[in-house]
């Protein structure tokens, strides 16, 4: 036993095999959730185990992956956002009526769009920080407000675009791979990085985990909570772009819900609420978990409804994990 944990050690160190190692040592558990829920799809859903359902399960999680990164760090920071489905509304909205009211190029739409989801998330950042309110309550609040400005300027219907480039977006192919899919791979990645190899990324876990000892080690605490929102409300309006782009309209009555499915996966892929862990890897594989779920249950026919009671489950089994092992952490150190 002893020489194996120093093979396993030596293996840890390496600079290729580390990082793998200590991946499937650290999501095991969703890693082994995910197998068996990909074998039982596999053997029961008719077309599941072919590459076009793939590339469509992995278009249709890349939305859901872009509102779990900000909602898992906002709940690393103990928080929550809830604004995620009401900025995608609302920023897809934005940028079809900025090029097809106002005549913008679809660059200029497009960024319109995008610092209208990132003053929404830095306003959320900023109240929370310094308000003292919960980031549930504003985060809602946020969420009322930005769903409202989507209905105002569309005029509470769908407003369709006729431009032949804009679909492209979220349609378009690199090779095989959609391009909505590649946003997602280079969100991530980003994401590894400046949580795994920045000074940020220390923050964001030193915040969550214990604010107070973080606020006397120097860190600004201000300034890392009004950058995780603020993160979050850039994400949640480029999955609004995205979704607009596929859709050819800005609907400010979409992703109703989309939230939900945002916090299930982070959750199930590790996030703990209580804040201070949390990571990219998990994550990625709840989104599947969410995604892989939701396809399967479609192709078995059965109600959609079924969905939500699905999703509501995972995230209670979820939380419940969550508290068990903070428990038991707690018991261990007394």
């Not at 590649?182 to 604010?211: C, D, E, Q, S, W």
């Amino acid at each position: 036993m002893i020489e194996n944990n120093k093979i396993l050690k030596k293996l840890e160190s390496n600079i290729i095999l580390g990082p793998v190692i200590r991946y499937f040592r650290t999501n095991m558990g969703i890693l082994i959730g995910f197998l068996v829920l990909f074998i039982f799809m596999s053997f029961t859903a008719d077309n599941f185990f072919t590459k076009t359902n793939f590339l469509n399960v992995m278009r249709t999680v890349s939305t859901n992956s872009y509102l779990a990164i900000g909602v898992m760090m906002a709940i690393m920071l103990g928080g929550i956002d809830l604004t995620g489905g009401a900025l995608i509304a609302f920023s897809g909205c934005v940028t079809v009526v900025c090029m097809e009211r106002l005549g913008m190029p679809i660059p200029a739409a497009v960024a319109v769009a995008l610092s209208a989801g990132i003053a929404a998330g830095a306003a959320n950042g900023v109240i929370i920080a310094y308000s003292g309110i919960h980031p549930f309550v504003v985060t809602l609040a946020m969420m009322s407000i930005c769903r409202g400005f989507a209905y105002l300027i569309a005029d509470g219907q769908p407003v369709s675009t006729m431009n032949k480039t804009f679909p492209e977006i979220g349609n378009g192919y690199l090779g095989f791979i959609p391009l909505p899919v590649l946003y997602m791979f280079i969100f991530l990645f980003l994401v590894y990085l400046l949580l795994n190899k920045t000074k940020i990324g220390r923050h964001i876990y030193a915040v969550g985990g214990n604010p107070t000892a973080a606020k006397f080690s120097g860190v600004n605490i201000t300034r890392v909570k009004i950058l995780v929102w603020t993160i979050s409300g850039f994400l949640g309006a480029f999955a609004g772009v995205v979704l607009a782009s596929r859709m050819s309209s800005g609907q400010p009555a979409t992703a109703v819900g989309f939230e939900t499915d945002a916090i299930a996966a982070a959750v199930l892929g590790g996030t703990s609420m209580y804040g201070g862990a949390g990571n990219v890897g998990g994550m990625f594989i709840g989104v599947l978990v969410i995604g892989i779920i939701s396809n399967g249950l479609n192709l078995l026919h059965v109600n959609s409804y079924w969905q939500y009671v699905a999703k509501g489950v995972i995230i209670l089994i979820a939380v419940y994990i969550d508290m068990y092992k903070k428990k038991k952490q707690n018991t261990g150190k007394e």
